[in-house]
């Protein structure tokens, strides 16, 4: 790079603790920049709960990015501007996914695969297994800590201290991962909803499970009573709302599962078509060879044995066999708008950054795009240049102001009234767009309501892909 022309050997290392994504993606963006990087991962010296191998990057809880629609979805431009600029995390998804639809799903062990290959290969980068029990001093110069959801107790309490309060802590769920050839296929079907057709996919990346009337109200029952994980020491902890248990969506209501992840709408029973099913149960492909499922949506904390009987109530698993069960993990994140600047420094350290879910973004792709960030940030101050935030309009500049000011509605400019809480990248985040940027499209002779929406949502895309290329452009090389 013409620009990085300092030698090598004069730069001290970066210090990253944890190899998942944003902590890989970190690492990559840093190394791109000839600047050496130390990866301080604690798998397999110390586990967690969650994780079931040692492997970088690895995926713990759904194998989906989601959507990948960057004409008309906020995660789907997130996807697009993280590729514009290099991200390793994208590049692996990219080359390692499955049939969903719109979404972007992936094998999830070729995924992390590719991730750490490209890490452990890179002569940049020195990949170090071990626990950091603490904050680094400023001994170690400058540091990027991405421990993600599952931060260990040691450095979780060290952060505490130095922050000054408590951390805030909230749950998150996994969904059941199922043998394909355990499902009933002759009570299950093939379907994407509406038949809509992704960009890898054949309107058939789903399979579907229907429930009548009387077995839905008995599988709600069931949900309802079923055994649950006891928590022993953060009982107080609330929910992230975007990855609720799927018992806890039962417990608020008894329609409250047909109006979300098991809604019916735009499916049909290949096996009986006249027959509209009262909820559907959806599948997605977890691996490349489709012979594992995920169930879309449920997250749950019951018990290994009554996941089991609970979920074989649905029609079609009556005899599924699990390739794993879903569990519960504690996540953890900063108050990051009192803490950490507009770069993502410590305030009270700013030789340290942090990067990932614990700077309160929630979601794979989220977690990902603060990473780049953040090691972005951390090489060009090393090398003397000046990076300056992307605009709020993009992807990137929304949820990094998110992060470090609180999501503040503009309607409603004083945010020392509301409390920070994660996020999902979403259009509520992006500045309104001016006056006139809505386009009538040509010949629709009525403007409202969905129309009008469909039109907002890709003024808004166009918008911040443009703005995102100028940023590219006039910063990155």
């Not at 789907?76 to 799903?105: Q, W, Y």
């Not at 953040?374 to 992060?403: C, D, K, N, Q, V």
């Not at 920070?420 to 009538?440: S, T």
Request: hydrophobic content about 35%.
């Amino acid at each position: 790079m013409s620009k990085d022309s300092k030698n090598t050997q004069e730069k001290s290392p970066v210090h990253i603790i944890g190899g998942g994504l944003a902590g890989c993606e970190a690492a990559w963006q840093l190394a791109r920049h000839n600047v050496p990087v130390i990866l301080h991962e604690m798998r397999p010296i110390v586990k967690t709960n969650a994780h079931q191998s040692e492997t970088l990057a690895e995926l713990v809880c759904s194998n989906s990015f989601r959507s990948d629609d960057h004409s008309a979805n906020a995660v789907g431009v997130l996807h697009e501007e993280m590729r514009r600029a290099g991200s390793l995390i994208m590049s692996a998804a990219d080359n390692n996914k499955v049939p969903a639809g719109s979404a972007l799903a992936v094998d999830r062990e070729h995924f992390a695969n590719h991730v750490a290959q490209a890490i452990e290969s890179n002569p940049m980068i020195e990949v170090k297994r071990e626990e950091v029990k603490g904050l680094p001093d400023e001994d170690w110069g400058k540091c990027i800590i991405a421990t993600g959801p599952l931060t260990s107790d040691n450095l979780a309490k060290a952060i505490s201290e130095k922050t000054g309060e408590e951390s805030l802590d909230f749950f998150d769920a996994i969904a059941p991962i199922i043998h394909f050839d355990s499902i009933d296929m002759d009570k299950a079907w093939f379907q994407s909803r509406y038949d809509k057709v992704g960009p890898d996919g054949d309107g058939k990346d789903y399979i579907n499970c229907p429930l009548d009337e009387t077995t839905y109200n008995a599988f709600m029952d069931a949900l309802i009573e079923g055994e649950k994980t006891e928590f022993k020491e953060w009982e107080d902890t609330p929910y992230f709302d975007g990855c609720l248990p799927i018992e806890i969506m039962a417990e608020r209501g008894r329609e409250t599962l047909r109006h979300g992840p098991m809604k019916p709408m735009g499916l049909t029973n290949v096996h009986q078509p006249d027959i509209k099913a009262y909820a559907v149960v959806q599948l997605r492909q977890d691996n490349k060879l489709g012979t594992l499922y995920n169930m879309v949506g449920f997250q749950t904390k019951l018990k290994y044995g009554a996941q089991k009987e609970i979920f074989q109530m649905i029609p079609g698993l009556e005899n599924a066999e699990f390739a794993r069960l879903g569990g519960l993990h504690r996540n953890t994140f900063l108050n990051s708008p009192k803490f950490l600047s507009e770069t993502l420094q410590l305030k009270a350290q700013p030789n340290l950054r942090f990067a990932g879910q614990i700077t309160g973004c929630e979601g794979y792709v989220e977690s990902s795009a603060i990473g780049l960030l953040t090691g972005l940030f951390t090489a060009y101050e090393i090398l003397g240049r000046e990076l300056p935030a992307p605009p709020e309009t993009t992807a990137f500049g929304a949820l990094l102001s998110h992060i470090t000011t609180g999501h503040i509605s503009y309607d409603q400019p004083d945010k020392s009234a509301r409390s920070f809480q994660p996020m999902n990248i979403n259009f509520g985040l992006f500045p309104p767009l001016p006056e006139g940027a809505i386009v009538r499209p040509e010949g629709l002779k009525r403007f409202r309501g969905k129309d009008k929406a469909r039109a907002k949502k890709l003024a808004q895309c166009q918008r911040a892909l443009n703005d995102f290329d100028d940023w590219v452009k006039a910063n990155l090389d």
